[in-house]
Antibody, heavy 122, light 108 residues
Framework: QVQLVQSGAEVKKPGASVKVSCKAFGYTFTSHYMHWVRQAPGEGLEWMAVINCNDGRTTYAQKFQGRVTVTRDTSTSTVYIEINSLTSEDTADYYC???????????????WGQGTLVTVSS | SSELTQDPAVSVALGQTVRITCQGDNLRSFSASWYQQKPGQAPVLVIYDKNNRPSGIPDRFSGFSSGNTASLTVTGAQAEDEADYYCSSRGISSYYWVFGGGTKLTVL
């Protein structure tokens, strides 16, 4: 059964960093890209980044360039997202989601991890 | 503001049909996918590649796309369909992805 299992909730102070993990089960890890999406309380979904789990290449939303780093460990089938210089605006649920694509015109995310709540508060 | 525009809220009577739309120039070049999110839960894929349903998604969910508009139709809406629905597509100008602002579906 394909499943993405994320690490537990985190509480951080402003200015700190946080690293969230996403462990993949039930498929060949290196055959798919992995995305990170976040959702602030009461808000919509916001795409953050994608990583090629085979070669580790990454692409980030412009908003997060330089402050977010996505990595993967093929030995444990785990993807990580690290966010630096946290502010209260980073308080959100963070989701990983496996990438599927068809040609160069169609992409979708399935499945999603259960989400990791990161709370930034002094 | 998002590159993909959705109505914030839509309501439907139990058993009736409702259409949720998503507009954006991205959709002229890239297919939309649709996600259902219930309170306190992660999003779930309901439509991909314009009009394909993953296994386990009821056939009352269907998708359609024309020009700059994609739509998700729920035919014979059930109480359990009450949720937020998000469309997604690739960004128009580069290698990135976007989501619509979401539509809250209420089943009356």
């Amino acid at each position: 059964q394909v499943q993405l299992v994320q690490s537990g909730a985190e509480v951080k102070k402003p200015g700190a960093s946080v690293k969230v993990s996403c462990k993949a089960f039930g498929y060949t890890f290196t055959s798919h890209y992995m995305h990170w999406v976040r959702q602030a309380p009461g808000e919509g979904l916001e795409w953050m980044a994608v990583i090629n789990c085979n070669d580790g290449r990454t692409t980030y939303a412009q908003k997060f360039q330089g402050r977010v780093t996505v990595t993967r460990d093929t030995s444990t089938s785990t993807v990580y997202i690290e966010i630096n210089s946290l502010t209260s605006e980073d308080t959100a649920d963070y989701y990983c989601a496996r990438d599927f694509s068809r040609g160069e015109t169609s992409w979708w995310f399935d499945p999603w991890g259960q989400g990791t709540l990161v709370t930034v508060s002094s | 503001s998002s590159e993909l525009t959705q109505d914030p809220a839509v309501s439907v009577a139990l058993g009736q049909t409702v259409r949720i739309t998503c507009q954006g120039d991205n959709l002229r070049s890239f297919s939309a996918s649709w996600y259902q999110q219930k309170p306190g839960q992660a999003p779930v894929l309901v439509i991909y590649d314009k009009n394909n349903r993953p296994s386990g998604i009821p056939d009352r969910f269907s998708g359609f796309s024309s020009g700059n508009t994609a739509s998700l139709t729920v035919t014979g809406a059930q109480a359990e369909d009450e949720a937020d629905y998000y469309c997604s597509s690739r960004g128009i100008s580069s290698y990135y992805w976007v989501f619509g602002g979401g539509t809250k579906l209420t089943v009356l």
